[in-house]
């Protein structure tokens, strides 16, 4: 039976959508625990405060420190982090092994219904050993992780004091403990969902590669709809060689379409900035913001030019949607064109960054 163009590319982001979940599932179990020990620890400082206040004590940061209260509910919280962490660490691994899977299954499906050649495997060992040394102690994703407790801790104990200096009573200085695990887990969260996705790409990359005299290039392809951020409509559909990755956002869930030689897709495909045209005017300031908007409106700026690129030594080049006093106080004589993407021929690779 064969599939449209539509079916497939709708596909695709569902089978990513869903390994996606499981990633955000996988963190949320590994913090489960940490959410019983800060309601302790929360009803138990409550508890203190209630106590002391009835004793006539003035409740202040040095009753906090005084008490001992402070520091032994920061090591509590930090030991209990650190155990939340090791878990969503080895699931983001895990994770990551499984989108290899998924992406060389994924990409061949979608190769397979351009041509009727062999389509071939990368080597998922040769991957998977890749992810084992970007992944070892002293790497960027383990030192990601391992900076958790620690930050956590200290954002957990400045706000503590100025909960208490500012006259907080107990139950709202309790509820500041219960939500605190919302912010290191999602800190966690979006680690893992940008390495699984980064493990996603690698393994397309490399089906593309190995299949390499039957490719053309690869088309940017977002999941457009209300979540969707304006620099990633930009991107969707924005043709590339072979030679380039998709350098997405932390926590971006646009995934690559390989296009073969003689393909009608691109075609049948389409671009982002023509579909942003045609959403309702309220569709496109959610997505833009007033300030953008207006000056999207007016043509002072296009849709392209909210995408900026970054460089990291460890990550490499990532998008970012740019502001818009930056995107005014670009030269008008500078070549922009990389922004629509390096096209499907080699010879354009290395385009500036922003």
Not at 27 to 32: I, L, S
Not at 73 to 95: F, K, P
């Amino acid at each position: 039976m064969a599939f449209t163009l539509a079916e497939l590319v709708k596909a695709q982001h569902e089978a990513l959508k869903a390994h996606d979940e499981h990633t955000l599932q996988v963190v949320g179990d590994a913090y489960r625990g940490l959410r019983s020990t800060l309601e302790d620890e929360a009803q138990r400082l409550s508890n203190l405060m209630a106590r002391a206040t009835a004793r006539g004590a003035e409740i202040n940061t040095s009753w906090l420190v005084r008490e001992g209260q402070l520091n032994q509910m920061i090591d509590t919280i930090q030991r209990e982090i650190v155990l939340a962490n090791e878990g969503a660490y080895q699931g983001t691994v895990s994770a990551q092994a499984q989108a290899l899977h998924l992406a060389a299954q994924e990409q061949s499906k979608l190769l397979a219904a351009q041509v009727d050649t062999k389509i071939f495997q990368p080597s998922i060992a040769a991957l998977t050993n890749q992810i084992v040394g970007a992944t070892a102690d002293g790497s960027p994703l383990r030192a990601l992780f391992d900076a958790i407790p620690g930050d956590a801790g200290a954002a957990m104990r400045d706000a503590l004091i100025q909960g208490v200096a500012t006259g907080m009573n107990p139950l709202d200085v309790a509820n500041l403990v219960r939500n605190f695990d919302g912010i290191s887990q999602s800190r966690a969260e979006t680690i893992a969902r940008t390495e699984m996705l980064r493990s996603y790409r690698e393994a397309s990359d490399a089906t593309y590669q190995a299949n390499a005299d039957v490719m053309q290039g690869w088309i940017w392809s977002a999941e457009l709809d209300d979540t969707t951020c304006a620099e990633c409509w930009a991107m969707d559909g924005t043709q590339h060689s072979v030679d380039e990755s998709l350098d997405g956002h932390p926590s971006c869930r646009c995934a690559q379409l390989p296009v073969t030689n003689d393909s009608t897709w691109p075609d049948l495909y389409g671009t982002g900035v023509e579909k942003f045209d045609q959403l309702p005017p309220a569709d496109q300031l959610d997505i833009l913001g007033p300030a953008k908007y207006a000056a999207y409106d007016s043509g002072e700026i296009s849709l392209p030019d909210v995408v900026g690129r970054s460089s990291d030594p460890d990550w490499g080049t990532m998008r970012y949607e740019r502001s818009l006093s930056e995107i005014l106080a670009d030269d008008p004589s500078a070549n922009a064109d990389w922004r629509l993407g390096t096209g499907f021929t080699a010879a354009n690779v290395g385009a500036p960054n922003s």
